[in-house]
């Protein structure tokens, strides 16, 4: 009996043991299971506000997001900025590159970083293809003018390693003239995110965040001033030379000039000979 009361306690021992080691292990041996980085802190911020005209498709992939800009900050105070290539559904760095394909409501985004440093950060804004983030898992939408339908928040696959992933929703978006940003707030221009722990080079992060697109207006002309040309001082037409300056004698001022001297000289002579 004390023997089989043993081998229950040892078996389980053993097994606290191996699930302890599991819980604390996870993170390292799996990346993106367990706990650390895979739970990421998500914020918002409304300070950045974003109009758009309409809604058009929901269910897009990275065939469809041509021009989001990303861009990639390094742990070498470095940073580069890509624009989105639809054809190969990535946006393609110096030995990095952000990859998607396939509906983004459930398939993922994978950032790959080959860079021979880490990276830090990664900013995504769709102003520039007409992306938008929804980050609502149901179907109610930014406004009563919002028919946004299901939508993803961010959500950690693979974690790469990374110990912290602090997530920002930046640039809210307002359909048609309604502004409703709040802690509940569905459409979003941008996303950021910040690594603690940089993603190391070698290292691959994958993510879920499901977009759309969406119509923004164009942005303003801006018509340039017409050039003011230069006053005009003297010449055909002109108004003469500006006040304080000396216009150099034309010839036939001096000759009339000369002509005078020459003239009292002469009366001068005369007369003395007339006298003598």
Known sequence: MQSFLNFQIRKWLSLGIFIVAAVFLSPTIFPGSGWGASTPNITRDHQMTQQALSLGLLDISGADMGNLLVTALFNNNTQEAISWDASLQR??????????SGDTKSNPWTLFNNSGVGVISLLLDGVPGNVVFDVIPDNK??????????????TILNDGGV?????KYWKPVGMNGVNQFSSTHDLYAGLGLDFTGPLASGSNFSFLIDTDLVTYPAPPIVIPPPLVEP?????????????????IPEPQTILLFGSGLLGLFAAKRFKKSFQA
Do not use: M
């Not at 760095?93 to 998607?100: R, V, Y």
């Not at 939408?141 to 961010?154: A, M």
């Not at 005009?232 to 500006?242: A, F, K, L, S, V």
């Open 163 to 167: 110990q912290q992933v602090d997530a």
């Open 91 to 100: 946006a393609t760095g110096s030995n990095w590159a952000l990859a998607q």
């Open 141 to 154: 939408g930014s406004t009563v003018n919002d028919p946004s339908g299901f939508g993803t928040p961010f």
């Open 231 to 247: 006053p005009d001082n003297g010449g055909d037409g002109g108004q003469g030379p500006p006040p304080g300056t000396n216009p």
